[in-house]
């Protein structure tokens, strides 16, 4: 049975996206058979691995006018890697299901009929704990948290523990916290320094011993489209997220 990662944090800009289309493509180089869900309304998982982002998308199978292997689409650049795009049509889908019965269990609903399909799928979030990312986290088997190594890097992690907690007692027993990702780490300052032993200390061993740093070819790869072992494979960022993903297979 494949394992189902969502990589999830409330907070923007904390290189969560990066982390999914990263990781999903490093998993497929490793020839590990990979679907990358984009679950963020604005898409731009889609847009980073060059998606058409047109319908049917997650949207059409999330409520139920497809089935999600319709949704899919081979990569262009990777042959173990699938995704299943999103649209700004996601977002109606909050208000649309709040009345739905088991709303909470609709994403794992479609998911569940592929789960052998694949070693492993990846889920990116909103930067939001609504209903999507309640839906993520009740779907998936780990959890993977980003966390810069910025101001306030720990700022709304104790909240997301917390809804970690409640869905694992309420909705997902088997829920486990893979890891903690420092993301965002420029050595050159005492600040990432301080904030990478800060989280080590409180999160301990659940910290991944790969850190990725601040990179422009990790910033520039999804505007064209690309992930980046396709954009500059011997970039620092490429070489981050192979690490990640041996980590990730070992865990």
Avoid: W
Avoid at 222 to 239: E, L, N
């Amino acid at each position: 049975m494949g394992r189902i990662i969502t990589i999830v944090n409330q907070k923007g800009g904390v290189g969560k996206t990066t982390t999914a289309i990263s990781l999903a493509s490093a998993l497929a180089i490793f020839e590990r058979k990979t679907l990358l869900i984009d679950f963020d309304p604005q898409g731009n998982t889609s847009s980073g691995v060059g998606a058409e982002k047109k319908n049917p998308n997650i949207y059409e199978a999330l409520i139920g006018k497809v089935p999600l292997k319709d949704v899919i689409k081979p990569s262009s650049i990777l042959k173990k890697l699938e995704i299943a795009p999103a649209n700004v049509d996601l977002s109606g889908a909050e208000i649309e299901l709040v009345k739905e019965y088991s709303r909470e269990y609709k994403l794992k609903k479609i998911v569940e009929p592929l789960i052998n399909d694949y070693e492993f799928i990846i889920i990116d979030c909103p930067p939001s704990l609504g209903l999507l990312t309640v839906n993520a986290l009740t779907a998936c088997t780990d959890v993977i948290i980003p966390i810069q190594c910025e101001y306030y890097a720990l700022e709304g992690v104790s909240q997301l523990l917390t809804t970690i907690r409640l869905i694992k007692k309420g909705l997902n027993p088997g829920l486990n916290i893979m890891g903690i990702l420092l993301t965002l780490y420029d050595r050159r300052l005492n600040l990432s320094r301080q904030v990478a032993k800060e989280v080590r200390r409180y999160f301990q061993e659940q910290v991944f011993e790969t850190i990725i740093h601040r990179s422009v070819k990790l910033s520039e790869a999804p505007g064209f489209g690309k992930s980046i072992f396709h954009y500059d494979i011997k970039s620092p960022g490429s070489k981050s997220y192979l690490e990640l993903a041996k980590e990730v297979m070992a865990r």
